[in-house]
């Protein structure tokens, strides 16, 4: 049973990945100018996001990295790796931190990640070209953050609706019943 389990998660985490990926390299194929450079909708968020419902945060986390650093080496630079996950981890934990407590929408996780992913990688770039001035651009990424943070969020919100009466919707309830019984069988030792 906990062999189908994980064989079934790591599926899951895969398939992930791979969407998360699909949608960062479409989303870079669609010509959209906000007229600030580095301005972007973050469909790959949506897929990061929504994990957060159903898998464990370590396997969201892996989900997350391995997206950035996939793409980062097949289409970026050492650098494009460095700023993304930077905004990556940093959206991450405030995401995590923020479902944890209970008290936040899709759409309020979401724009909280959006925004501290732009700060994230702003703190980065200031720390790597040793200059201050970067900090002036930030009002533009926090406003940019908060108005794709909440088109995502409600995006994800509307993926939940779908995805509730599926099987994938499911893994969430297995992996906690498989996380109580390696509880009781670590009491038992």
Known sequence: MRTESTAKIVAYCG?????????????????ISFGVPGIKLGLANLIVLSALWYLKPGEVLMISTARI?????LFGSGMS??????GGLLSFVVMVSLKRTGGFSETGISTAGAVSHNIGQILVAAAVLRSAKLFYYLPVLILSG??????????????????????FAGISEKQKKLSDGNREERKKR
């Open 15 to 31: 398939m992930l990945t791979a969407l998360a990926m699909i949608f960062s390299y479409v989303e870079s194929l669609i010509p």
């Open 146 to 167: 908060v108005i794709t943070g909440i088109l995502i969020g409600i995006l994800a919100g509307r993926v939940q609706a779908i995805l509730s009466g599926t099987a």
């Open 69 to 73: 650093l996939l793409l980062g080496f």
């Open 81 to 86: 790796i460095l700023y993304s996950l930077a």
